[in-house]
């Protein structure tokens, strides 16, 4: 089943300690991203990724790291979570960017306390 | 996962009843405009796409119609069912960027 996997759903952690969400794609898209979403602000794009090795900041990068080694994956980094990153985020795929459509995830809703 | 409605501006309906959301886009050089339906606990699903080079598309019980002129998008969607309870997101993206831009979002909640 074509699919964006992402791990863990659930995350509870303190503030300072490093965590990474895990995001796989088993579609062989070339573009990957991440969002957030927050009750009355919408989806808003962390990060994306091109292809391997290319990654760029999206509207809210602030707090966050990415990386694109393989083409199937593409974690998230919170190299130091605090309480305003409480949010749900979503990992999504894509053939070839916007105008193709993007695949989500189920997202995963990481609180920080 | 219900957190995801709070804040939107909420549509209901009756089971049966033809349902309407409508989407403002703010960029007149995008070329792509797509419906994600969001469910409670869930990410966004693919719904319908359209280019600009259509103002109308069909699928299977919903149909999206595009108005250029006015930047305006619409998702139809006929025969409402319980199911159907969601919140609906359009997006648009201009041709050759990475980007897709999503509006705020509708609740839709249909009442048997």
């Known amino acids: 089943e074509a699919q964006v996997t992402q791990n863990p759903r659930y995350l509870i952690t303190v503030t300072g300690k490093k965590l990474t969400v895990t995001c796989s794609q088993n579609m062989n898209h070339e573009y990957m991203s991440w969002y957030r979403q927050d009750p009355g602000l919408g989806l808003r794009q962390i990060y994306y990724?091109?292809?391997?090795?290319?990654?760029d900041k999206g509207d809210v990068p602030e707090g966050y790291k990415v990386s694109r080694k393989e083409k199937r994956n593409f974690p998230l980094i919170l190299e130091s979570p605090s309480p305003n990153q409480t949010s749900l985020y979503f990992c999504a795929s894509s053939p070839r960017g916007g105008s193709y459509g993007y695949t989500f995830g189920s997202g995963t809703r990481l609180t920080v306390v | 996962g219900e957190s995801v409605g709070l804040h939107l501006p909420t549509l209901s309906v009756q089971e049966g009843d033809n349902s309407i959301i409508n989407c403002a886009y703010s960029n007149s050089a995008s070329d792509y405009f797509i419906w994600y339906k969001q469910e409670s606990g869930k990410g966004p699903q693919f719904i319908i796409d359209i280019r600009s080079n259509m103002d109308k598309r069909q699928g299977q019980r919903v149909t999206v119609l595009l108005n250029k002129t006015v930047k305006h998008l619409s998702l139809q969607i006929a025969a409402t069912q319980p199911g159907d309870s969601a919140v609906y997101f359009c997006?648009?993206?201009?041709?050759?960027?990475?980007?897709?831009?999503f509006g705020k979002g509708m609740k839709l909640t249909v009442n048997p």
């Open positions: 997006a648009e993206s201009q041709g050759g960027s990475e980007k897709l831009v």
């Open positions: 990724s091109m292809n391997v090795e290319v990654t």
